[in-house]
């Protein structure tokens, strides 16, 4: 059965630190594989989506699958980057109809 | 861009009674909504599949009589608590696929705030 894992619940780094979200997946078909992003008080808005290979607010992710792995990546953090980051995945459910399996969240809170 | 609304944004219902709530795709079209209850600070636990035109596919431990889900238009899906408990209180979100693309992307509403005294 597809998963996705996001082994940090709260993850706090001081602006301008790097900083790294961490997400596996197990999955059987081919993945693919989205970052969504809710800001307080805010609905579910999406990132990045591994096949546009793209880099949003300077936030970048790449699929490794041999790692099963989508890490999100971002060099120098900022403070409106505190927000409940969620990894998820693309699957095709029993039904025939295209899902995403969400991983638990991380909690970033970047200090100032 | 998509944008998907729900209505309302938020709902107190004594217990016993029912609720229904509104999820509608503004600028496109959807043949397929999503519905997702969410407890505070943790992740999207999806609940069913609405389908236009089509019975909703309910996930595993989802009472389908208790949460009834209609999707009467490319627009609108509503979902309908009936008999609501305390236990049901908690934050359900809607999304939506435009039909017109072919990947997994969904587009979230704001989500309804449901509180059952």
């Known amino acids: 059965a597809q998963r996705v894992t996001q082994p940090e619940k709260l993850l706090s780094v001081f602006k301008g630190a790097p900083v790294e979200l961490k997400c596996n997946y197990s999955y059987s078909g081919s993945p693919e594989l989205f970052w969504y992003v809710q800001y307080s008080r805010q609905r579910l808005q999406l990132l990045l989506r591994?096949?546009s290979r793209e880099s949003i607010k300077g936030f970048t992710a790449d699929l490794n699958k041999g790692e099963t792995s989508f890490h999100l990546k971002k060099p120098f953090a900022q403070e409106e980057d505190s927000a409940m980051y969620y990894c998820?995945?693309?699957?095709?459910?029993?039904?025939?109809?295209?899902?995403?399996?969400f991983g638990s969240g991380t909690q970033l809170t970047v200090l100032p | 861009g998509a944008v998907v609304s729900q209505h309302p944004s938020w709902v107190i219902c004594k217990s016993g009674t029912s609720v229904k709530i509104e999820c509608r795709s503004l600028?496109?079209?959807?043949?397929?909504m999503f519905w997702y209850r969410q407890f505070p600070k943790q992740s999207l636990m999806l609940m069913a599949t609405s389908n236009e035109g089509s019975k909703a596919t309910y996930e595993q431990g989802v009472e389908k009589d208790k949460f009834l889900i209609n999707h009467a238009s490319l627009t609108l899906s509503t979902l309908t608590v009936t008999s609501a408990h305390p236990e049901d209180s908690s934050f359900y979100i809607c999304s939506a696929r435009d039909r017109r693309e072919v990947s997994y992307e969904q587009y979230f509403g704001p989500g309804t705030r449901l509180t059952v005294t």
């Open positions: 998820a995945l693309g699957v095709i459910s029993s039904g025939s109809a295209r899902q995403l399996t």
């Open positions: 591994h096949i």
């Open positions: 600028d496109f079209q959807a043949t397929t």
